[in-house]
């Protein structure tokens, strides 16, 4: 963590080994997400909790680089279990939060890109995408391209479906002749 976790109990003194939970809790969501900026850790319990027990509600806030989590949990039974429980659930977070970046990361590497490999009279081809595959298209799918004139050796972009047979190009754009020619 960037800053120091700050961790709050105002309702009632924490325990040495209540405060020693948590913060061996919180280095194991820092080893999770290397790249948490902070972290705050409330709990509170009702006034007379040294006579009747919890509930004790226990409330983690993070700060991640573009968004805070927060995750409570609150039990009746001890101190204890609601601070695992809360723990548990910004592990969840964390973990998904991970995946949502990583898929961000991954849309920036922009369209599936190609060349047309074969065109067929009865008007469809089939294009080899740049990882390996073969993508059908349909002359319906070109975009600013006459199916006529378009050549195997083109250069393409396509959005991609899964079609009847597997996958299928929905629109493919050319971006560089290699013998086709726009509309």
């Known amino acids: 963590m960037r800053t120091p976790l700050q961790l709050s ?15 061996q809790r919180a280095a194991k969501l820092d080893r999770l997400y290397g790249n948490i900026i902070g972290a705050r850790v409330s709990v509170e319990a009702p006034v007379h909790h040294h006579r009747k027990g919890g509930p004790f509600n226990v409330r983690i806030d993070l700060v991640v680089p573009g968004r805070e989590l927060a995750a409570s949990h609150r039990s009746g039974e001890s101190l204890a279990i609601a601070v695992r429980e809360a723990f548990e659930a910004m592990h969840r977070q964390l973990v998904e939060y991970s995946r949502l970046q990583a898929r961000e990361v991954k849309s920036h590497d922009g369209p599936p890109r190609g060349v047309v490999v074969r065109v067929m009279p009865q008007g469809y081809g089939f294009i080899a995408a740049d990882d390996g595959r073969e993508i059908y298209f349909h002359r319906n799918s070109l975009v ?15 959005s991609e479906e899964t079609g ?20």
């Open 144 to 158: 600013d391209c006459d199916f006529d004139r378009l050549r195997p050796g083109t250069r393409v972009w396509f």
């Open 9 to 23: 109990g105002p309702d009632f003194h924490l325990t040495a080994a209540i405060k020693d939970d948590i913060s």
């Open 164 to 183: 009847d047979n597997g996958p299928q190009a929905s629109t493919v754009h050319v971006t560089e002749s290699g013998g086709s020619r726009p509309a």
